[in-house]
């Protein structure tokens, strides 16, 4: 009844109507959801609701009412949706998951800082030397390249975060921030998030079929304790003996008034690993298999690194504006698999009506970024990688400002976006300049063929099969799926290397 009066009449935005009690939840696209809402979309408009156990999830799928919303309303709409199991396994730490309290602000301004555009200059150097010793890596074994991959993302996030140089091997920071990440992204699976809207499941002994959530809960708590405290103790421990180098911590905890300010900011630096790993390593494997689908674009990026540097040195940040092509690919990378087709789910805080529709609040909301940066009438052929959507006729390269959906919107924009920046650059145009990739033969001398589609995969479920797979149940509700990631499965071992000019690494 407080509702109706809320609503004085208006209609919930229009999508398909859902059985009383659970709602759409049988009707929420179990595989790649984002190409459903846009199909959606031409049914039902650019703004459109569904019932997900009693929870209004409202989807947004055209650049105008994500901007309305999400950035020009971004007072009420950059909450996080409730998630009880996040709660219960003490993980609302985790910035990106975490409600927009007092916590996030103090976590998210101390990331803002340490991540704005003129700190992340301070950590190109970094960046290229990290980036050097990535291509060392992949001319030893390039059959491991997606390892290498993680392990240049790894070093890159704990450098910047800690100015720590990770291990070659079974680094302890590392391991553990790579397992709360796997935990995190098994959260996300239906039962946890089911277990949100009945409660009840949590008093349900963990033997049963599907309770598998509650032990993760159990395991999580303690793993995020330790993800924490254990880079604080290095940090505290180095910059009483002096051995501090400068990175995000540093800078932070200097200011720190309180132990409670500490721990906000402690566990805010946690975080990064977690969101920024996946989803650098999701583009620079797209970059890879780009590059097996696409040799002339291999071949005319060579010629433009060849021109500027003479094959005499490797790139560095001072070429990129002589390097447009290479700028060009980075931006078609970014919009080419989207890497959080979904991103990551908005709430609202307040009750607001838009285009004459109800959006009470609490109710999630999710932007269809894919949506966006697939539409034909902006890109044309939006499935086809094509580096010059990003050049002017004069080989110039051209802004634009749709590209940004894949980071997100509002007060939650993705903090990391500047480093994300200079690590494709750079490891973009160091690749290039060294290396030729191209598919691999077989022992008849023909090349295996790569299936780019094939390589669209699913991270999160495949994590959560494996934790549950005996008790998973196979129901599905709506926002879980709003918060994958695209998975790559394409063979590591389709990638040979032609060009090796060891004297320059
Ligand atoms: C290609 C790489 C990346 C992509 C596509 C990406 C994308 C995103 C998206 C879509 C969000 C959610 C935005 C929203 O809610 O509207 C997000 C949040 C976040 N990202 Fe990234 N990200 C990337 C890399 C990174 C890196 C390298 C870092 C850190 C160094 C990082 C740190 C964060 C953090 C801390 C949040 C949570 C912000 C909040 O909830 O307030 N990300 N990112």
Known sequence: ??????????????????LSIIGNLFDAPRERPWLTYAEWAKKYGDILSLKVAGQVVVVVQSTRAIRDLLDNRRATYSDRPVVTFYERAGWDWMLPMARADEEWRVGRRAVDRGLRPAAAVQFQPMQKAKTHDFLKRLLRRPEHFLEHIEHLQGAIVMSLAYGYDIKEH????????????????????????????????????????????????????????????????????????????????????????????????????????????????SVLTSFFLMLVLYPSIQ??????????????????????????YIDAICKELIRWRVVGPLGLPHATTEDDVYDGYFIPEGSTVIANSWAILHD????????????ERFLTIDGQVKDDPLLSAVFGFGKRICPGRHVVDST??????????????????????????????????????QSSREVLAPNALQTQTGPVRELMLYGFSFSATLLTLHRQPDHLI
Request: net charge negative; proline share 9%.
């Open 170 to 281: 079974n680094d302890v920071f590392l391991d553990a921030a790579k397992e709360v990440g796997q935990l995190f992204n098994t959260a996300l699976f239906p039962e946890a998030l089911l277990s949100n809207s009945l409660p009840m499941l949590w008093s349900l002994p963990e033997w049963l079929p599907g309770m598998g959530f509650k032990k993760l809960a159990r395991n999580g708590r303690e793993l995020g304790q330790q993800v924490i405290r254990r880079p604080l103790t290095f940090m505290k421990e180095s910059i009483e003996n002096g051995t501090a180098r400068p990175s995000m911590a540093l800078d932070d905890l200097r200011d720190c008034s309180s132990e409670d300010h500490e721990r906000m900011i402690a566990a805010a630096l946690a975080s990064i690993h977690t969101a920024g790993a996946d989803t650098t390593v």
């Open 424 to 461: 494709l650059y750079i490891v973009v145009a160091a690749v290039l300049a060294t290396f030729t990739v191209s598919k691999t033969k077989d022992s008849q001398g023909h090349e295996i063929p790569v299936d780019g589609d094939d390589y669209v995969g699913d991270v999160l479920k």
């Open 1 to 18: 009844v407080r509702e109706r009066r809320r609503r004085k009449g208006l209609p919930y935005p229009p999508g398909p109507r859902g």
């Open 376 to 387: 034909p009438s902006t890109y044309p052929d939006p499935e086809v990688f094509k580096p």
């Open 299 to 324: 071949e005319r990026a060579q010629s433009e690194l060849d021109s500027v540097l003479r094959g005499e040195t490797l790139p560095d940040y001072s070429d990129r504006p002589r390097l447009p």
